[in-house]
Nanobody
Framework: VQLVESGEGSVQAGGSLRLSCAAS????????LGWFRQAPGKEREGVAT????????TYADSVKGRFTVSQDNANYTVYLQMNSLKPEDTAMYYC????????????????????WGQGTQVTVS
């Protein structure tokens, strides 16, 4: 297993959650790691990415200023801190890894990511 998410939870609007993605060294080192989400009946959408080789981050417009992606190189883990949560943030959240650089101005599409976690549910009411 290359990627394992954790941090599933249910919160009220305005609340916070932090998701974790524990990666193997192989998929973590100097790669683009991303968070995606998929709500029922909707397409999977990119949320945020981080290049673990340099810390460059990119966010979807819908989460800018509310979500923060960060890395822990010692534990090969990427985090997604989600603040000021809204009901529209409700979705299954997935961690993914692409063996490439992240783009600095736009999110890489899901098709660029070769490795995926199993997903963790976030519910905002």
């Amino acid at each position: 297993v290359q990627l394992v998410e954790s941090g599933e939870g249910s919160v009220q609007a305005g609340g916070s959650l932090r998701l974790s993605c524990a990666a193997s060294k192989y998929v973590y080192d100097r790669n683009c790691l991303g968070w995606f989400r998929q709500a029922p009946g909707k397409e999977r959408e990119g949320v945020a990415t981080i290049y673990t080789g340099g810390g460059v981050t990119t966010y979807a417009d819908s989460v800018k200023g509310r979500f923060t992606v960060s890395q822990d190189n010692a534990n090969y883990t990427v985090y997604l801190q989600m603040n000021s949560l809204k009901p529209e943030d409700t979705a299954m959240y997935y961690c993914a890894a692409a063996r490439s650089y992240c783009h600095s101005r736009r999110l890489l599409p899901a098709t660029n990511f070769e490795y995926w976690g199993q997903g963790t549910q976030v519910t905002v009411s």
